[in-house]
């Protein structure tokens, strides 16, 4: 079935550092493939996405393109800040073609702490 | 921006009895959605519904689990004899086309604690 593998955490930087969070999925057909990000005490919130091979999703700063011949959307950011601390979700969803409704199928999760 | 609002934000039940969490999706939004996470572990989805039907649901979905529609704004999750292992946040989320590149907007999620 599908599914999707991201790194462990916790992942600690410095203010100012890169970012980098691979995230790997396995699926059939062409699904589209999401960032979440979840601030402390909050829910979920959309950070980027992409539909399609080689599309670049980008939201604050962030990017994450989607590579379909190595099934991989990894999360990058240039300069994190203190702010960005949070927990982070890759998720795919195969609602277009697998029949379903576009649910959603998320990894663990990787909790980022950015330090001052 | 329009959003979803889920309450109460922080449900305790004794195990055994029924509990029901409600949500009020984004009002042009017609897809909706329920998925739980266990502390510590990984976002799950538990049912779709669309026009008034559930699309999907997971092997989580039992029968103890049930969603409804009740009016034109609320869609509610309810269990119907809690144990201890529902114990979770349970976030609700809707779409507006449902497709699968249809971006979902959570909730800020309900924590249900079973005692």
């Known amino acids: 079935g599908n599914s999707v593998t991201q790194m462990e955490g916790p992942v600690t930087l410095s203010e100012e550092a890169f970012l980098t969070i691979n995230c790997t999925y396995t699926a059939t057909g062409y699904p589209s493939l999401f960032w979440y990000v979840q601030y402390p005490g909050e829910g979920l919130q959309l950070l980027l996405k992409?539909?399609?091979?080689?599309d670049k999703g980008s939201n604050k700063g962030f990017e994450a393109t989607y590579r379909k011949e190595t099934t991989s959307f990894h999360l990058e950011k240039g300069s994190v800040q203190v702010s960005d601390s949070a927990v982070y979700f890759c998720a795919l969803s195969d609602g277009d073609y697998g029949g379903s409704q576009g649910n959603l199928i998320f990894g663990k999760g990787t909790k980022l702490s950015v330090k001052p | 921006e329009p959003e979803v609002t889920q309450t109460p934000s922080h449900q305790v039940t004794q195990m055994g009895q029924e509990v029901i969490l409600r949500c009020v999706p984004i009002?042009?939004?017609?897809?909706f959605y329920w998925y739980r996470q266990i502390l510590g572990q990984k976002v799950e989805f538990l049912v779709s519904?669309?026009?008034?039907?559930?699309?999907?649901k997971s092997e989580i979905f039992d029968d103890q689990f049930s969603v409804e529609r009740p009016d034109g704004s609320n869609f509610t999750l309810k269990i119907r004899s809690t144990k201890l292992e529902d114990s979770a946040m349970y976030f609700c989320?809707?779409?507006?086309?449902?497709?699968?590149?249809?971006?979902?907007?959570f909730g800020p999620g309900t924590r249900l604690t079973v005692l």
């Open positions: 992409a539909t399609k091979a080689d």
């Open positions: 519904f669309y026009n008034n039907e559930i699309s999907e």
């Open positions: 009002s042009n939004h017609l897809y």
């Open positions: 989320a809707s779409s507006q086309q449902g497709f699968g590149t249809d971006t979902q907007y």
